[in-house]
Every structure is written in structure tokens, then in C-alpha cells.
């Protein structure tokens, strides 16, 4: 990262985290040694709120405790939407139904969805992601989300905007096949997949997605990127 | 009822109740009045439980509390299913993640779905149904439940084995355009549409189903049905 930074160009780090709030995120990555900025961070809860203030929507929340105060200036008194986050505990049957009561009292409901995730780990075993609650609400309410997020064009775009970047002269670096790779490319950016994390060998035979290229670690991917300029 | 049942035709009572026992039920309505015991009636989770002797399944139960007795003599250990009913306040955040991880551990998940209704009343407002929740397993295992209840063919013909009697002489009597009337007529019934209870007036126009006739209600049905004799 910091020779990234160091070449001048331009970084903008995009996640799907909802569990807390940037400031929170960023802090844990600068403990770990990462020169990184709340502003360098592109997240599905801010992207959320740009399209709540566009449209005029009040959201009620459906979302974890950490990630309530992303939402601190959005007006949520009388909602007409709900924005569903992986909430996790605050997935519960009291708040399901709230939530889908907000929704089916709608005339047209409108739910947004921080990410589409089926399932993660945690050290005390899988945990459902918000993908599956979404489901559940799409199902009960006859209603398609709108998933922001990654792998969602429009969340691509807006770190795009951040920099000030056309997508032909961005490169997306990611773990991800389905996330990372494939949504960057149908925004138009090239896209590299690292060989860590969340990478599998069978990601290599994918169906539909294909990395522009392969690398076998984020060090390797900046010797590339840095060799072009 | 009683006019039906003193002119000799069998008579059998469907439902998709899952929050009780039969017992219970039965209980219930011979509160109010009617003539009816517990081998009268079919219902999911019995229905549930042939399935699961037949295929040697050992079920994790996320069903209601007051629906357990029903699945006593099943061997539930080592589970390799899972069995969802309308669980109400059993549907935690934990419980769900239970269910899942029980699910995505098997090597061809089956989830067995009591029903597959999108959402009911209560005295305190609109509840999320069982369909709901079988949808978030669903998308997080990417399997497709088998539904037991109105209006699979199944259950409907599990009510005419206890009857035995063929689809050609059965009728069904119910309030509900899809699971009552769509579900006996895939079956090779004939049915009847009463225009009390659930019943609206738009059912009329189903782009599905079209009932063999309407009927006021029940008096109205039985008149129709002993007319025929």
C-alpha cells in the first residue's frame, strides 16, 4: 500500500463490512500497521445513505448496533424504506417482524440491502448473512432489494467518483471472484485476483468470471501495476 | 357437519395449522361446537413424519414449541435434515444459525418445510409466516425445501388415503383460492371456493385457478353436496 501511495496514484479501498462504522474499520487496520483514512474507504452504508438523500427515503433499520451511527443524519421519522444490514443479533423475531411491517404497509415497498451475502464464519461457527434475511423479506413482501455494495455496479461507480477515476484507468485488486472481480469488470475497470484470503482454486474455473490476471499475493499485484505506469 | 356426517360421506379436515398439536386443535373446535377428532384431521407435521420413516430421516426441529409432541416417536439424533415449521418465537437469531449450520454440514442438505405461507395475523399485528424463513435457508444452502401442507399433492392425497377414496369422489370445501382450491384440483378433486374467511372478492379473478363453483358457505356447500347424492 504505501508504495501505491508513494507513486501517486490513486486508492480508494472498497469493502462490504456493516458491522460497524468506517472510523471503526479504519482504526482496526491502522492497528495492524495500514495507512488508511475514513475517507479512502468505500462502504455499502454510506452508499446506502447517498442514495437515501437522492430519493427522499426514510429508512427504518434494520441493521447492527455499530452501524447505526453511519445513519446519524439521514431523517428516519416516519420511514418509507428499509435498509437491511447484516444486523446480527438484532436479527431477531420481534425486529424481523417490524421491519417487514414497515415494508408491507408501503405502497410500494422499497427495501435496500447492505450486500447479498449468504453466510460467514465466525470463531463460534457459520453465521446466516444478510443475503438470507433479505430473502426472506423479498419473499414475504412479493418485493426484488436493491442490494448495495459489492458486487453492485453502482457501489463500484460511486469509488470511482471518490477518486475522480474513469473505470478504463482503475484496477480492482481482490480476494473475491464473484465480489471483487466480476463486479469491477461490469463497471468497466480490469480487475486482478489475489491468490489469498478468500481465493480457492475452483474460483480459477468460474463460469462466468475471469480476472484479467492472477497474482499470488498484493505485493505482487503492485510489481505489476507499478512496472505499467 | 353433522349433516354430512349423518348422511354417511367420509369427511376429512385439512390444515396447515403448525403451532399445535392435532390434539390441541381438535380441543379448540369441540370448544366451539363441532363434531371432530383427531384422526379427522390431517395436517403438516404427521404428514411430515411418514415422510420422515419412509426416508429414514432424523429431523432438526425449528418448529413451535407446542408442535414438538407431534414428532415424539421420531428419532431425532445424529440429525441429517432439518424440519421447519412456523417456529414464531423460536425463530432467534440463533436458532436460525442452528438450523444452517446443521443444513450446509450435510452432504445433500433436505429441508423439510411445513408450509410454505409469507405472512399471517395476530391480535398484535402482521407476523412473518414459515415461507419466509424457509426462503433465508433456501438462498444460505442453495437447496429447494420440500413444502408438506396445502397445496402440495401430497398432503392432499395423504387426506384421501385416510379416507380411502379416490380424487374423482372427493370434494374439497375451502376458503383459500390457491391452497385449498388450487391444491385439491392439481390433485384430481373437484373444489369448492366458500366466500367467507380469507376469501376476497378478486380471487374470482385468479389468473390460475378457477374453482368448480362458489358457494356462499359452508350450509350452502353441504346443500350443493346432499343435492347430488
Chains 1, 2 share one sequence.
Not at 501511495?5 to 479501498?13: D, I, R, T
Not at 460467514?120 to 453465521?127: M, R
Not at 443475503?131 to 412479493?142: I, P, S, T, V
Amino acid at each position: 500500500l504505501n508504495r501505491i501511495k508513494a507513486s501517486g496514484l490513486k486508492l480508494q479501498f472498497c469493502t462490504n463490512e456493516t458491522q460497524a462504522t468506517r472510523e471503526k474499520f479504519v482504526k482496526k487496520l491502522q492497528g495492524m500497521g495500514f495507512d488508511i483514512s475514513v475517507a479512502e474507504v468505500t462502504a455499502p452504508a454510506p452508499a446506502a445513505c447517498r442514495i437515501l438523500k437522492e430519493r427522499s427515503l426514510r429508512p427504518h433499520l434494520l441493521v447492527h448496533n455499530d452501524l447505526v451511527p453511519e445513519f446519524a443524519e439521514i431523517d428516519k421519522a416516519n420511514p418509507n424504506c428499509v435498509v437491511i444490514g447484516d444486523a446480527a443479533e438484532n436479527f431477531t423475531y420481534a425486529n424481523l417482524n417490524e421491519a417487514f411491517r414497515v415494508l408491507i404497509g408501503l405502497e410500494k415497498p422499497v427495501l435496500i440491502s447492505l450486500g447479498r451475502g449468504r453466510y460467514y464464519k465466525e470463531t463460534d461457527g457459520l453465521k446466516l448473512d444478510v443475503g438470507a434475511y433479505m430473502k426472506a423479506l423479498e419473499y414475504a413482501c412479493d418485493v426484488q432489494a436493491e442490494v448495495v455494495g459489492k458486487p453492485a455496479k453502482m457501489f463500484f461507480e460511486s469509488a470511482l467518483a471518490e477518486m475522480g477515476v474513469p473505470p478504463q484507468q482503475a484496477i480492482m485488486i481482490g480476494d473475491d471472484i464473484v465480489n471483487d472481480v466480476g463486479g469491477a469488470q461490469q463497471c468497466g475497470m480490469r480487475a486482478l485476483q489475489v491468490r489469498t484470503g478468500k481465493y480457492r482454486p475452483c474460483d480459477e474455473n468460474h463460469p462466468h468470471v475471469k480476472p484479467d490476471a492472477y497474482v499470488n499475493n498484493l505485493a505482487e499485484a503492485v510489481d505489476i501495476i507499478l512496472q505499467q505506469l
